[in-house]
Nanobody, 122 residues
Framework: QVQLVESGGGLVQAGGSLSLSCVASGRTFSTLAMGWFRQAPGKEREFVAAISGSGASTFYADSVKGRFTISRDNAKRTVYLQMNSLKPEDTAVYYC???????????????WGKGTLVTVSS
């Protein structure tokens, strides 16, 4: 089993920045691909970004490409999501997720955190 705990959510004005963190436990961290997903009120959960176990490969949703950056520190068992140029439409609960085998086509994840709320005011 893998436990994931997110932190860093909050309220920010449009155009501002916010950084999310997710600490993992329960499995060798470098064997896990990590991802961030989000769910806005009344909408389905959607993929935001993912990173391979080594950190060499990253993937982004078109809606956040160029604004968000995913990174990881395997020594700290932590994955980050740096969010810049935030827009009101980025408002959502952001979830950290993990899987031993990430498939960019399916984006299926096996483990999920409880989420952290990001609110972007206009």
């Amino acid at each position: 089993q893998v436990q994931l705990v997110e932190s860093g959510g909050g309220l920010v004005q449009a155009g501002g920045s916010l950084s999310l963190s997710c600490v993992a436990s329960g499995r060798t961290f470098s064997t896990l691909a990590m991802g961030w997903f989000r769910q806005a009120p009344g909408k389905e959960r959607e993929f935001v970004a993912a990173i391979s176990g080594s950190g060499a490969s990253t993937f982004y949703a078109d809606s956040v490409k160029g604004r968000f950056t995913i990174s990881r520190d395997n020594a700290k068992r932590t994955v980050y999501l740096q969010m810049n140029s935030l827009k009101p439409e980025d408002t959502a609960v952001y979830y950290c997720a993990a899987t031993p085998a990430f498939n960019i086509a399916t984006k299926k994840m096996d483990y999920w955190g409880k989420g952290t709320l990001v609110t972007v005011s206009s």
